[in-house]
């Protein structure tokens, strides 16, 4: 069975998100695996001769139960009969720790939570999920605070036809399946650099080439400022979530352009957010 991994902090901006992913998993008939890393205390061992022998037990059992609570608070009471299982994990990385459980249990994607809109933007999303997107090899799926779980019908993936964007929408597509949701391909266009109707059609006999779903449609748009445009798309096809690459830029052109898209959409704060790191995903060329 496949697993959605949950992960939280226990702050308000996290319950949104433990929603959201408790609905994907009972539309993909997925488990459920909520978790907490911790740093255990190291203080008290440092002014004793002889540590205390159940610090640890006592720490795992803390973070445990704090945990289940806090699912049992928003979820509701019988966590094995929704099928979610706790876990709180020991390491002095939060973002080490959830990616090393991601990797071990292979999971589907991570879903965290993301600040509200800030006037200070750059930290809308925390730390913690922007370690996740930079280093996890699954998909991140950042919530809003304020958002609330619907049927995924729409999916937007951002895509300036780079080397690894092919893989991503086939790993895309898997999660897009078995919720019967549409994928849509949306390229953003400069004004001074139109796609012909015959390159449009090359890519997407690609799409369909490496990509066995059929729910997907190619889309070009055109405008100098691709954040506003986007999201025009996004309310316009009634979308609930925005999949893009996050990968480092090698060029000054259309990298970089949608280098500072992703920026601009991870400060935005009001999109869910599927992010894909690009060190994963470059078996094919789009």
Known sequence: MKTILYTTDYSENSVAALKYAHGMCLKLKAKLLAIHVF???TILRSKIEQPFPNLDKDAFREHTAKLEEFCKKHLGSD???MNIEVEAIQNKSAVDGIVSKSE??????????????????K????????GLIEKAAYPVLTIPEDTSYNPI????????FQVEDLDAIRMLATIAKPLKAKIKIVHISPLEKPIDKGEKIVLEKRVNKHVDYANIELDILYS????????????????????MLERESHSLT??????????KMKSYGKIPLMSFNAKNYGMFHL
Do not use: H, W
């Open 224 to 243: 100098d400022d691709i954040f506003n445009e986007l999201k025009i798309c996004f309310n316009k096809t009634n979308a609930d979530i925005i999949a």
């Open 153 to 160: 019908k729409t999916i937007i993936y951002a895509t300036d």
């Open 104 to 121: 071990k249990i292979q999971s589907l994607l991570i879903v965290t939570g993301m600040k509200g809109e800030s006037k200070l933007r």
């Open 123 to 130: 930290l809308i999303m925390g730390s913690t999920a922007r």
């Open 254 to 263: 259309s990298e970089l352009f949608y280098l500072n898209l992703l920026k």
């Open 79 to 81: 966590l094995k009969k």
């Open 39 to 41: 740093n255990n205390p």
